[in-house]
């Protein structure tokens, strides 16, 4: 086996792979000897066709199939060979019989970019300081209320408000015509829980049964909603009827009704207290590595594998795709571009590829490697969110392709968890938003 290896750009290699004119033929002979054994022509008894008439028939075909084959067989020796290490599955690019009977074939290939971590312990990173408010404890105690309400139907001169159920007909229109993907019938729409998009609810309010309303929204590019991304979209709406909520009394009775073991209104309020502060403390540990990844990223600059940032789009794309499925649409019926799309995920793509190298990175200096006590509480964490036992987690994980994945996240929680600790956190004061 010859091996060439030309450095096409710093991560990219095009390695050309010939092999011996004596293996192919020996490998085309044992597909042919297959295939006269099983093959029918007419005029010929099974099993007494002579090869140059396979060739002539089925030619082609063989050297498709043998070609593959040989790929499969050889391509991991060789960049062992070679001493490269891919990111990514390689592109095939070129194959060939030729003409003296060896088999050429061409792979294009991304490697491991060379990094040089500029700092990675002691980073600056500024943590919100964790506070509880008044009016937060207060917005949960009326979203208690709200659940335990009652419902009745509304006067037809009763105008739409706030925590009010509108039962309405809508059809959304893009560029004049009927959206099917934007269309129900008898929809129950929960004024101020912002479901359908806090523009949408505002436009009800003060809308009476019976009523029927025109109203155009225009949707950000990054709208969560691939249908209505970046579109103008005008709703027709009809009210069908609406029923209003009459929430409870706030009283220690109420505070009984949602958990016996508060006898006080408020010890309802210590409570929520409490779970507001344990909710805080689990996201600002994520935000906490967003920052740490933003600023790894931001002192380190390296070219990233372009392969392996399409691969990333790839899976983004297909997770839309799934999404969309499960509406019973798809990227066509929803006015989604392949291109468009390709775009939109680009620049996340390639931020996940970037920060995962840096996290490898981490793991390479500090030796971080995941002991079987972090695999198996993962499995539990896992058990624990969806209700399943530890044997059956384990059993979903069966194959390759599907622990991979999960090991990679464990690893890099952990390595995460290591920065975390290594960081110089700088305590501030957490604006408005962030405290919402």
Avoid: C, W
Avoid at 125 to 136: A, G, N, Q, T, Y
Avoid at 248 to 276: M, N, Q, S, V
């Amino acid at each position: 086996m010859d091996i060439a290896v030309e450095n096409i750009s710093e991560l990219t290699r095009k390695v050309t792979i010939t092999l011996p004119a004596k293996d192919v033929r020996k490998a085309l002979d044992k597909s042919y000897k297959k295939l006269k054994k099983d093959v029918k022509l007419k005029g010929f008894r099974r099993g007494k066709i002579p090869i140059a008439v396979l060739e002539k028939n089925f030619g082609e075909q063989v050297q498709a199939e043998v070609g593959e084959k040989m790929v499969q067989e050889t391509y991991f020796d060789a960049i062992e060979e070679k001493s490269i290490d891919p990111v990514v599955h390689p592109e095939i690019t070129e194959t060939n019989f030729a003409d003296d009977g060896t088999f050429i074939y061409v792979a294009m290939l991304d490697v491991k970019p060379e990094i040089d971590l500029k700092q990675h312990k002691g980073l600056d990173i500024e943590k919100p300081v964790i506070d509880i408010s008044d009016d937060e404890i207060n917005k949960e105690i009326e979203s208690l209320r709200r659940s335990q309400a009652a419902l009745r139907s509304a006067g037809d001169d009763h105008g739409i408000e706030m925590d009010d159920i509108a039962i309405v007909d809508f059809q959304g229109f893009h560029n004049d015509k009927a959206m099917k993907e934007v269309h129900n019938e008898d929809y129950s729409v929960d004024v101020g829980t912002k479901r359908l998009g806090e523009e949408f609810e505002e436009k009800l309010l003060g809308m009476k049964k019976g009523e029927t309303t025109l109203y155009e929204i225009d949707f950000p590019a990054e709208y969560p909603n691939p249908v209505l991304a970046g579109k103008t979209v005008e709703f027709k709406v009809d009210v069908k009827d609406v029923k209003e909520r009459i929430k409870p009394e706030l009283d220690d009775e109420f505070a009984k009704d949602i958990d016996e073991a508060h006898e006080t209104l408020d010890d309802l309020r210590k409570t929520i207290g409490t779970d507001l502060r344990e909710k805080k403390e689990t996201a600002l540990e994520g935000d906490l590595d967003d920052r740490i990844m933003h600023k790894l990223i931001e002192l380190n600059e390296f070219p990233i594998p372009e392969r392996l940032v399409a691969y990333e789009i790839q899976e983004m794309i297909k997770q839309t795709e799934e999404n969309l499925k499960r509406s019973g649409m798809s990227l066509e019926s929803a006015g989604i571009k392949m291109e468009d799309l390709v775009e939109r995920n680009r620049e996340v793509a390639q931020k996940r590829v970037r920060g995962d190298f840096l996290l490898k990175k981490v793991a390479e200096i500090e030796e971080i490697k995941l002991a079987d006590e972090d695999i198996e509480r993962g499995y539990q964490r896992i058990a624990g969110e969806y209700n399943m036992t530890v044997a059956e987690v384990k059993g979903y994980f069966k194959r390759r392709e599907e622990v991979l994945p999960f090991l990679n996240e464990l690893l890099n929680e952990k390595i995460l968890q290591f920065l975390r600790q290594e960081a110089n956190m700088i305590e501030v004061i957490a604006d408005a938003e962030e405290k919402a």
